[in-house]
Nanobody, 123 residues
Framework: QVHLAESGGGLVQAGDSLRLSCTTS????????MGWFRQAPGKEQEFVAT????????NYVDSVRGRFTIFRDNAKNTVYLQMNSLKPEDTAVYYC????????????????WGQGTQVTVSS
């Protein structure tokens, strides 16, 4: 049984940094991949970043590229999203997601989801 749990959200000011963590269990297949998505109030859920099992491939939505970094520590079964230079428009509930095959930016490709963690960036 696969379980994902996010942590690390909070209230920060514009320009600050925050690191989200996603602890996984039951998702150890070396073909698997993880992703981060977010949903702002009144908006659809959008792709943020994805990473393969080995951590050798990553991809980002253009709006966070250069500011956010996705990485993982498989020994700790944890995937991270380092968010720097945060902007008010980054305010959203952030979700981690997992799938049994390679990285993807499509929400529908992911089978496993966490409950989400709130990130609020004040101006």
């Amino acid at each position: 049984q696969v379980h994902l749990a996010e942590s690390g959200g909070g209230l920060v000011q514009a320009g600050d940094s925050l690191r989200l963590s996603c602890t996984t269990s039951g998702l150890t297949d070396r073909n698997s991949a993880m992703g981060w998505f977010r949903q702002a109030p009144g908006k659809e859920q959008e792709f943020v970043a994805t990473i393969n099992w080995a951590g050798t491939y990553t991809n980002y939505v253009d709006s966070v590229r250069g500011r956010f970094t996705i990485f993982r520590d498989n020994a700790k079964n944890t995937v991270y999203l380092q968010m720097n230079s945060l902007k008010p428009e980054d305010t959203a509930v952030y979700y981690c997601a997992g799938r049994l095959t390679g990285p993807s930016s499509r929400r529908s490709d992911y089978v496993y989801w966490g409950q989400g963690t709130q990130v609020t960036v004040s101006s």
